[in-house]
């Protein structure tokens, strides 16, 4: 895949790093123990791996995550909260995900059964570690103030990427030295596996940003900080569909306006793709090769994609397929036996069938519904202005992201970034919750000062 490098391992940088952030997260107080964290995800690429027994993988996230789990466990703070319908809406989906990809399409191979165990990690050690530790809205809130103040260098070295086209984080691996350069520009992508999921991480974490505007106590400086070092790294991305992203996302931002009409525009949405579809000479998803006209990008490959899914759709419904590689007129360079498949849903149906895809929708949903349920708390406790824009923000955010991944998939640390906001929208799900049981009433704050579901 273009910008994807030969793993590295750890180098004494990288070990420095990845000890001193270890030791700050068995150190720092509880309300910063996403600090280290955001640094190691945003300033260390995955190319700083190791492996343990010779067999399981760890890049810097994973090590981080697993010490994250320790620190709890070791300082008593492993406090699990009452198990919600996102939360088992996502177990469900990663057990099922597993058993059907390593038993039933691998027949037990140590290949995939080691390949998915770190994919169960990655979904159920990075979530449900931000599940247990954001549990109030200034947990949330702080998390996205230290990633706003942590992405502002990352954006000048982003810039500088794009302007000279030297990556500087290609020290530690993972990365290339030299960035891609297409349609008259260099495609800057920091530690990140390629230049479209920067510009993705970039565009995707924007409406968290703008949702912090109306928060007292500095929520502007942060705001402002977050909003320039997002937008910066999606346009140093170089790419269609970051910025493709980061315009939904404001549009996403928008809707606040018409929140109580929301039903009525999403079946206008509904209804004007049905519309669509029945009157372009092309299915409605190829509009993504329309819109590339405009913002660049394979957008054909990705329309394309969604064809070749439904007319193969015998080969993988059942199980999934260890082949696709006929799907498309090329093949990817790094596994002959598939096509690029960058299409997220495409994705799980091909590792796992057709129940594995229609339980990772099911997830999404859930996710979409918790937002929902949060601004209907809010709504009943008549919270203020701020805490209804940052439960919307979230909404958006998730928007941007269930955009991407049909036109992308997510393999580094973006998805830490993905469960936290995944986790964030559990709390404020929870917080209908409690108002329906009658376990929340208006004015029930934490010591910090804020709602909470402890």
């Known amino acids: 895949m273009e910008g994807i490098p030969e793993i590295t391992g750890i180098n004494p940088l990288g070990l420095i790093f990845i000890v001193a952030t270890?030791?700050?997260?068995?150190?720092?107080?509880?309300?910063?123990?996403?600090?280290?964290?955001?640094?190691?995800?945003l300033y260390l690429t995955i190319g700083q791996q190791t492996e343990?027994?010779?067999?399981?993988?760890?890049?810097?996230?994973?090590?981080?995550?697993?010490?994250?789990?320790?620190?709890?466990?070791?300082?008593?703070?492993l406090d699990f909260p009452k198990l919600n319908a996102i939360d088992k809406s996502l177990l469900l989906w990663i057990s099922v995900h597993f058993v059907v990809h390593v038993f039933l399409l691998y027949g037990g191979e140590e290949r995939a059964l080691v390949n998915r165990l770190g994919y169960a990690y990655d979904t159920v050690g990075?979530?449900?570690?931000?599940?247990?530790?954001?549990?109030?809205?200034?947990?949330?809130?702080?998390?996205?103030?230290?990633?706003?103040?942590?992405?502002?260098?990352?954006?000048?070295?982003?810039?500088?990427?794009?302007?000279?086209?030297?990556?500087?984080?290609?020290?530690?691996?993972?990365?290339p030295e030299i960035a891609t350069f297409r349609e008259g520009g260099y495609r800057a992508q920091g530690p990140f596996r390629s230049p479209i999921i920067g510009g993705t991480f970039g565009a995707t974490m924007f409406p968290l940003f703008v949702g912090m505007w109306w928060k007292e106590e500095g929520g502007?400086?942060?705001?402002?900080?977050?909003?320039?070092?997002?937008?910066?790294?999606?346009?140093?991305?170089?790419?269609?569909?970051?910025?493709?992203?980061?315009?939904?996302?404001?549009?996403?931002?928008?809707?606040?306006?018409?929140?109580?009409k929301i039903k009525i525009v999403l079946?206008?949405?509904?209804?004007?793709?049905?519309?669509?579809h029945l009157i372009m000479t092309a299915p409605v998803w190829y509009l993504y090769s329309r819109l590339s006209a405009f913002v660049g990008g394979t957008g054909w490959h990705r329309a394309y994609l969604i064809d070749m899914a439904i007319e193969h759709f015998d080969e993988w419904w059942l199980v999934g397929t260890k082949y696709t590689a006929h799907w498309m007129p090329y093949s990817l360079v790094i596994n002959p036996d598939h096509s690029?498949?960058?299409?997220?849903?495409?994705?799980?149906?091909?590792?796992?069938?057709?129940?594995?895809?229609?339980?990772?929708?099911?997830?999404?949903?859930?996710?979409?519904?918790?937002?929902?349920?949060?601004?209907?708390?809010?709504?009943?406790?008549?919270?203020?202005?701020?805490?209804?824009?940052?439960?919307?923000?979230?909404?958006?955010?998730?928007?941007?992201?269930?955009?991407?991944?049909?036109?992308?998939?997510?393999?580094?640390?973006?998805?830490?970034?993905?469960?936290?906001?995944?986790?964030?929208?559990?709390?404020?799900?929870?917080?209908?919750?409690?108002?329906e049981e009658?376990?929340?009433?208006?004015?029930?704050?934490t010591e910090e000062g804020g709602l909470s579901t402890a």
């Open 438 to 445: 009658g376990t929340l009433e208006e004015g029930e704050e």
């Open 267 to 276: 079946w206008t949405i509904l209804i004007l793709g049905i519309f669509l």
């Open 52 to 77: 343990v027994l010779g067999v399981f993988t760890f890049t810097p996230y994973r090590i981080l995550f697993f010490v994250g789990w320790l620190r709890l466990l070791l300082r008593r703070e």
């Open 126 to 175: 990075i979530y449900f570690f931000y599940r247990v530790t954001i549990r109030s809205f200034e947990d949330a809130e702080k998390a996205v103030q230290i990633i706003s103040v942590m992405l502002i260098p990352l954006a000048i070295l982003m810039a500088f990427e794009k302007v000279t086209g030297r990556n500087i984080f290609s020290y530690f691996g993972g990365v």
């Open 22 to 41: 270890s030791v700050m997260i068995l150190m720092v107080p509880s309300s910063f123990i996403h600090l280290p964290i955001t640094i190691a995800s």
């Open 340 to 435: 690029d498949i960058t299409n997220q849903f495409i994705a799980e149906g091909i590792a796992g069938g057709l129940i594995t895809m229609i339980l990772y929708i099911i997830t999404v949903v859930y996710q979409f519904r918790g937002v929902h349920n949060g601004m209907e708390a809010a709504e009943a406790l008549n919270f203020p202005m701020e805490r209804k824009m940052f439960i919307w923000s979230m909404g958006a955010a998730m928007v941007a992201h269930i955009f991407s991944l049909t036109s992308i998939t997510y393999f580094d640390q973006i998805i830490a970034f993905y469960y936290m906001l995944v986790a964030m929208i559990s709390h404020a799900s929870d917080l209908m919750l409690r108002v």
């Open 220 to 260: 502007k400086l942060y705001a402002a900080l977050g909003v320039i070092g997002s937008t910066i790294i999606t346009i140093a991305g170089h790419s269609g569909g970051p910025v493709s992203v980061y315009v939904i996302a404001i549009i996403a931002l928008i809707f606040f306006r018409f929140r109580d």
